[in-house]
């Protein structure tokens, strides 16, 4: 248990104790003050106001009468409606710094659960490698997934693959027909920028040959009957292109736990099931062979209220076969979290209204998040007009080196400066996506990620790096350990600021996992860092006016090195000891 847990479980039950007392319904809202001088907890008073009979101040006032003082709480005090709590600084600090000094990188995971997470993200067509208007994915979906984890879940990462799409079945049919003289020139030899020339040349041939198009047409039909000679056909065709997309996440440290091909539920029977179950119910109509849903009862407008499930010729569609995976995903899992681009929201609620038909135990909560533009407009895999994410991660970590060499080419070596770069560009490439909230558009600006000022993950990480010169620096670093600190002599405002923010980690974790909000990490690492550079420049350290002053400043130092760490790895950054 976390002190400011312990804290806030104790300042929780005492006003439950009181509300009993005096007949009031138990409403308990612990908010955190915007303004510190109001107090570290803040709690409204305003719905008890009809029961008392009394203004919000006189209410107020009437609950903290009452109230028995918490351990670790200094004072209470009544403002407007609230009744505000202020904890003892010293005894927080203390608490903290030896929590963190001791868990070290353990500092801010929450208590184990006995529950499983599968979040699905990526889920790319393997046609080609990643471009930049999907990065978001993979980078929130390995985000969260760190998240939960960090929150005390069992968590398992898959990407679901779209095997017997039309997409893969023209590259099935380019690496078949066509040969290197047929198609454009390398520009890199990773395999999905090889194959991705295959399928764009074999896209431009089928517009005007129809005969192209009807091979085309028989892979997909063939595949989606589940035929296995057809699916192994379209396997070693897709294959290399998703071993290149793999390469690219791990350039920016994403790993996927789990592949689930989708013509596994055609094959297993489940995608018959699905759709003979989804065809008895009222909701079920046909139409020139096809069957589909009518979903106008539940709120799907225009067009959209038909959704097939199956084509005129037998086959299913990609949503149903989604469906069964679904429904596969309730056996393996408590809870299932999909990353999705914000153009898929219809299709995630068809699907999600006919799991309910199905009687499905567990409905996928949907992340949805807003494209990555750059500037230069729309991207297509198909015309070949597209910046790639691996474009991304060498143009960021070029970007990154260049300002690195500005700042340090007459002490590091080309190899140093590049080490120092490729962390700093994907750390910055990571980050700047992260900050926005999913929901929210992202233009992607090299001058505001790459910049060492601001809420970046190079101002983050120059914290850290700040952190280790101090304690380098001051030979003292085998006296700084988790046994015991002068927390009494830490009574600067910046060393108190900083001690306190320290605290709020495990509540931010438990907040940002709780709604799927990665961003509120990266506030925190921003405002912390921005707190310890304050203190940095208010406190001396390695030249404090005596040596106990400078021990529990390098304590403060440390915590804060952790805690910075900590929250960068939540995001899948590397820090830097130097930069």
């Not at 068809?350 to 309910?356: G, K, M, R, T």
């Not at 952790?562 to 899948?572: A, K």
């Amino acid at each position: 248990m976390y002190i400011l847990f312990d804290i806030k479980n104790q300042v929780h039950s005492e006003i439950q104790n009181t509300l009993k007392a005096l007949h009031f319904p138990n409403i308990i809202r612990l908010e955190t003050p915007s303004d510190p001088s109001l107090g570290d907890l803040s709690f409204p008073c305003f719905p008890f106001c009809k029961q008392s009979k009394k203004s919000p101040i006189e209410t107020a006032e009437m609950i903290a009468e009452k109230i028995q003082k918490p351990a670790y709480i200094k004072k209470i005090q009544v403002n407007g409606g609230y009744i505000n709590f202020w904890i003892d600084n010293q005894t927080l600090l203390e608490q903290t710094i030896l929590e963190i000094l001791k868990k070290e990188k353990d500092y801010g995971i929450l208590a184990k659960k006995n529950k499983k997470i599968i979040v699905e993200h990526t889920s790319a067509n393997p046609n080609g490698p990643l471009h930049v208007g999907r990065a978001r994915n993979p980078i929130i979906g390995d985000t969260i997934a760190r998240l939960m984890k960090a929150a005390g879940y069992t968590v398992e990462t898959q990407f679901y693959l779209d095997d017997l799409g039309k997409q893969v079945a023209i590259l099935t049919w380019a690496v078949q027909h066509l040969s290197e003289k047929d198609v454009s020139k390398k520009a890199r030899d990773k395999p999905d920028h090889l194959a991705v020339r295959y399928y764009q040349k074999a896209y431009d041939l089928m517009k005007d040959d129809e005969s192209i198009t009807n091979e085309i047409n028989d892979i997909v039909h063939k595949s989606e009957m589940g035929n296995e000679k057809s699916i192994l056909m379209t396997k070693k065709a897709y294959e290399p292109v998703l071993n290149g997309i793999s390469e690219s996440l791990s350039l920016i440290n994403i790993s996927i736990d789990t592949f689930i091909p989708e013509s596994n539920f055609v094959k297993d029977g489940s995608v018959i099931e699905v759709i003979s179950k989804l065809k008895d119910t009222v909701h079920c109509h046909e139409e020139e062979g096809a069957f589909y849903l009518d979903l106008e009862s539940f709120g799907i407008k225009g067009r959209s209220t038909k959704f097939f499930i199956t084509r005129s010729n037998g086959t299913s569609l990609y949503a149903t076969r989604d469906i069964a995976y679904h429904l596969w995903k309730n056996s393996q899992a408590d809870q299932l979290i999909n990353v999705l681009g914000e153009d898929h929201k219809l299709e995630s609620r068809q699907v999600e209204i006919a799991l309910d038909l199905l009687n499905a135990e567990k409905k996928p909560v949907p992340v949805f998040y807003s494209f990555v533009s750059l500037p230069g407009g729309k991207m297509s895999t198909r015309r070949g007009r597209v910046v790639y994410l691996d474009d991304l991660i060498e143009e960021s970590t070029q970007r990154a080196f260049e300002e690195v060499k500005k700042r340090r080419k007459d002490e590091l070596s080309e190899k140093e400066m590049r080490t120092i770069a490729h962390v700093v560009g994907i750390g910055a490439l990571r980050y700047n996506i992260i900050k926005v909230q999913p929901e929210k558009d992202i233009e992607f600006k090299w001058e505001e990620a790459l910049s060492f000022e601001g809420n970046t993950a190079p101002f983050i990480q120059y914290a850290i790096a700040r952190c280790a010169g101090i304690i380098s620096r001051s030979k003292s670093e085998h006296f700084i350990n988790g046994e015991h600190i002068e927390s009494e002599l830490l009574s600067h405002n910046s060393e108190i600021m900083l001690g306190k923010k320290l605290a709020y980690f495990p509540l931010i974790i438990k907040e940002a996992s709780s709604g799927f909000k990665p961003h509120l990490i990266t506030q925190f690492l921003f405002e912390t860092a921005s707190l310890f550079h304050q203190f940095y420049r208010d406190c001396p350290v390695n030249t404090a006016e005596d040596e106990t002053i400078k021990l529990a400043r390098l304590t403060l130092v440390k915590a804060t090195k952790i805690v910075l760490e900590n929250g960068l790895e939540l995001l899948g950054i590397d820090s830097l000891e130097e930069m």
